[in-house]
């Protein structure tokens, strides 16, 4: 088959003009009322999902992602009974790994997008158990949840930020004024994970969340802020996520450290030695700590 016979579709770009490029077939593609959503198949990666341009979860590799994001922050604190608040998460891949630990005691899930669950529950099937007694699906804007949240005294002890890049629903969650309402629900030993892939470039590291929308990523809110005085950082390889190389963002109150895992668990990426590897940064990284 020629360059040109192939289904090549090619990844939304911002400011850096890169982006993958995919022989991929289009199964399904829709408007949804917040955002556009597309449904891809690739004979070796599988099945991905598509939001406003930008790939958000692909078969091959979510997992990496997935247990990452909650393994790390959860397993770095020995917890009684956990409360966890995800915000986003239509994939339901961070509902799937989040559920594994029977400590975990209440699951709050905050997605603005039904469909997005509907179609990746359908074409992904990625997702954990929307029917597990400790989950409480709330499909409303994470503005609007957290405000309520803080009326009623609600908090949580992990708070992962599930989002899309800053160009569709997630836009107005990439402000001072949210994180500062956010930082508000966090218990006294809980934390704030949020993550972005990282670049290199000449003048060392750029962040998509930047890149794609021309915003302030939040990372940077909050060393700008300090809503939460403490912020830790570790990385992954992603291979589908822009750059490959991303970073996780740990905010807390307090100074209790998550390096080293309290509880032994074995995923297909994470273990207790990438738990503890993935804390070490690479010298262009390490200034984020600063």
Known sequence: MSFSQKNWWHERNGELGV????DAKTLHKEKSEFQDIEILKHDHFGTLLVLDGYIQACQADE???????????????????????IVGGGDGGILREVLVHD??????????????IELSNKFLGIQGNYDDPRVSLRIEDA?????????????????????????????????EKFISSLSTIVTEKGVILD???????????????????????LINVMRRKKFLPKIDIYRTNI????????????????????????VTYVGRHYDPDIHKAAFILPKWQQYLLE
Do not use: C
């Not at 997992?63 to 608040?85: C, N, Q, T």
């Not at 609007?144 to 569709?168: N, Q, W």
């Open 143 to 175: 503005a609007a949840f957290v405000k309520g949240a803080i009326s009623a005294g609600k908090k949580f002890d992990l708070i992962v930020l599930d989002l899309t890049e800053p160009v569709g629903p997630s836009a107005n969650l990439f402000t």
């Open 19 to 22: 982006s993958i490029l995919l």
């Open 195 to 217: 993550s972005d892939s990282i670049f290199i470039s000449k003048i060392g590291s750029r962040f998509l969340q930047e890149e794609s929308a021309g915003v302030e990523n």
């Open 103 to 116: 400590f975990v005691d209440t699951v709050t899930m905050v997605e603005i997008d039904h469909r997005v």
């Open 63 to 85: 997992f990496i992602y997935h247990e990452m994001a909650v393994h790390v922050p959860l397993l770095g604190y020995v917890h009684d009974k956990a409360s966890v608040l």
């Open 239 to 262: 291979p589908f996520f822009p750059g490959a190389d991303f970073g996780f963002f740990i905010y807390s109150q307090n100074n209790i450290s998550l390096r080293e895992p309290k």
